[in-house]
């Protein structure tokens, strides 16, 4: 499994405070994580919230604690299940005019995230399907683009990758339309609202 292979570029310094960090994590979930849970107890999903935290154990802890409360209660796994399953009006319409995705590979065998922001009409989809659908999509597609990264790091079979690519067109961008939505603060960014887990940068 991929959560068991040894992150990619981790230094000793990082070994020590990822061990760290785990013991704070593990004291916190157990005894009623699930086995799903247990699988982000490993050093490739800890050592990304402790890089985004640039090394600081606590802060890193308390960044993925938070996540953890997300996944509990969004259940982000379920979401990408239905939202394949979901073969509404509304749904369709969504992945018909959304100018975004995933599309290809990288040479490692990761897929890129492209989101062609300045192409988008976010207050016409969530008018003409709803925000709960358009918040289902980015997180179906976030959740592919973690899973890409787990499958491309079996195939290369030695480490676990930490990083994907994020391409961001924002040509003809209208910013007053990017924030115009409420709820949508974040659209800029690709997400409908935090999502640690998931990669929320060009480089994750």
């Given at each position: 499994m991929a959560h068991l292979l040894p992150p990619d570029g981790m230094t000793d310094e990082e070994r020590a405070k990822v061990g760290e960090l785990r013991s704070l994590v593990t004291a916190a979930l157990r005894?009623?994580?699930?086995?799903?849970?247990?699988?982000?107890?490993?050093p490739p999903w800890l050592l990304r919230f402790l890089r985004a935290r640039n090394g600081n154990v606590k802060k890193a802890h308390k960044m993925f604690m938070a996540m953890m409360a997300w996944r509990r209660s969004v259940d982000p796994d379920q979401v990408s299940r239905d939202w394949v399953a979901d073969k509404s009006a509304a749904a369709e319409l969504v992945r018909?005019?959304?100018?975004?995705?995933?599309?290809?590979?990288?040479?490692?065998?990761?897929?890129?995230?492209?989101?062609?922001?300045?192409?988008?009409?976010?207050?016409?989809?969530?008018?003409?399907?709803?925000?709960?659908?358009?918040?289902?999509?980015?997180?179906?597609?976030?959740?592919?683009?973690?899973?890409?990264?787990?499958?491309?790091?079996?195939?290369?079979?030695?480490?676990?990758?930490?990083?994907?690519?994020?391409?961001?067109?924002l040509k003809g961008l209208q910013w007053g339309r990017a924030f115009k939505v409420r709820r949508c603060r974040l659209h800029a960014a690709g997400l409908p609202r935090p999502v640690p887990s998931a990669p929320a940068r060009g480089s994750a």
């Open positions: 005894p009623e994580a699930s086995a799903s849970e247990a699988t982000w107890i490993h018909k005019m959304w100018p975004g995705g995933l599309f290809g590979k990288d040479r490692r065998g990761v897929p890129v995230f492209y989101m062609r922001f300045g192409m988008d009409d976010l207050g016409g989809l969530v008018r003409e399907a709803s925000y709960p659908l358009l918040e289902n999509m980015f997180i179906h597609l976030t959740t592919e683009f973690t899973r890409g990264i787990a499958h491309a790091s079996l195939d290369e079979g030695s480490k676990h990758l930490l990083t994907g690519h994020l391409v961001m067109d």
